[in-house]
C-alpha cells in the first residue's frame, strides 16, 4: 500500500539552527501539506501545497518557514531560525486530487528544540 | 475564524460495546469530512469519510452520520475493540480542500 514518508523521525536542534524536515508523498498525488502537532494538541494546518507553489498558508507559518519541492519526490519544510515553542510533531501529508478526497499522512517528524 | 470542535474530550468504553464519538462544525459551507485515528506516536490514518450530500456512510464496524441542519458529525465504533484505544479526529475539507481544518480530538479509551 503507498504511504507517506517523513525523515527523520526524531530531529533534536539548538535553538537558533535550522532544520529541514523530509517527506516522500505517495507518488501521482498533487497536493501536499504539512501540518504540526504539539503534545497533546489537535492538529495544525500549516501550509499546502500545489503546482509549485503555495495554496494556503496559515499564520503560523510565517517568514522562518518555506517549503519546497526540488526534485518531483521530496517534499522539504524548512525552519530557518527555530525557537523553543517549534517543538511539535510535524505531518506531512499528499492528496491525489483536491476534492473530496481523503490526504494520506505520514508518521511524523518529532522536532525538538533545545 | 470557523473551526471545528468536539463535544467530548475523552470516552472509555467497555469492550464490546459501542461507541460514538461527536463533531460540531460550523462553517456551513464545507462539503466534506474525514475522521481520523491517531494512535500513540503516530500519524492521523483514514477511517471514514463523507460528502454533504450523504447523511450517513457505512464502513467496517465504523459508520458516520452526518446532520447539516445542525453541523454536527458523528462516528459509530460497532463492538469497540482494545485496538480501537485511539485519538479520534474529525476533519473539515475547508477552503475547496487547501486545507483540513481538525477538531480537538476525543481519546477513546477501551475498558476490558
Known amino acids: 500500500e503507498p504511504e507517506v514518508t517523513q525523515t527523520p523521525s526524531h530531529q533534536v536542534t539548538q535553538m537558533g539552527q535550522e532544520v529541514i524536515l523530509r517527506c516522500v508523498p505517495i507518488?501521482?498525488?498533487?497536493?501536499f501539506y504539512w501540518y504540526r502537532q504539539i503534545l497533546g494538541q489537535k492538529v495544525e494546518f500549516l501550509v499546502s501545497?500545489?503546482?509549485?507553489?503555495?495554496?494556503?498558508k496559515s499564520e503560523i507559518f510565517d517568514d522562518q518557514f518555506s517549503v519546497e519541492r526540488p526534485d518531483g519526490s521530496n517534499f522539504t519544510l524548512k525552519i530557518r531560525s527555530t525557537k523553543l515553542e517549534d517543538s511539535a510533531m510535524y505531518f506531512c501529508?499528499?492528496?491525489?486530487?483536491?476534492?473530496?478526497?481523503?490526504?494520506?499522512f505520514g508518521q511524523g517528524t518529532r522536532l525538538t528544540v533545545v | 475564524g470557523e473551526s471545528v470542535g468536539l463535544h467530548l474530550p475523552t470516552l472509555s468504553v467497555q469492550e464490546g460495546d459501542n461507541s460514538i464519538i461527536n463533531c460540531a462544525y460550523s462553517n456551513s459551507a464545507s462539503d466534506y469530512f474525514i475522521w481520523y485515528k491517531q494512535e500513540s506516536g503516530k500519524g492521523p490514518q483514514f477511517i471514514i469519510d463523507?460528502?454533504?450530500?450523504?447523511d450517513k456512510r457505512q464502513g467496517q464496524r465504523v459508520t458516520v452520520l452526518l446532520n447539516k441542519t445542525v453541523k454536527h458529525l458523528s462516528l459509530q465504533i460497532a463492538a469497540t475493540q482494545p485496538g480501537d484505544s485511539a485519538v479520534y479526529f474529525c476533519?473539515?475539507?475547508?477552503?475547496?480542500?487547501?486545507?483540513?481544518?481538525f477538531g480537538p480530538g476525543t481519546r477513546l479509551s477501551v475498558l476490558p
Open positions: 507518488s501521482n498525488h498533487l497536493y
Open positions: 476533519a473539515e475539507d475547508y477552503n475547496y480542500g487547501q486545507n483540513f481544518v
Open positions: 501545497f500545489y503546482n509549485n507553489e503555495i495554496s494556503e
Open positions: 463523507i460528502r454533504s450530500n450523504m
Open positions: 501529508a499528499s492528496r491525489g486530487t483536491v476534492m473530496n478526497t481523503e490526504a494520506f
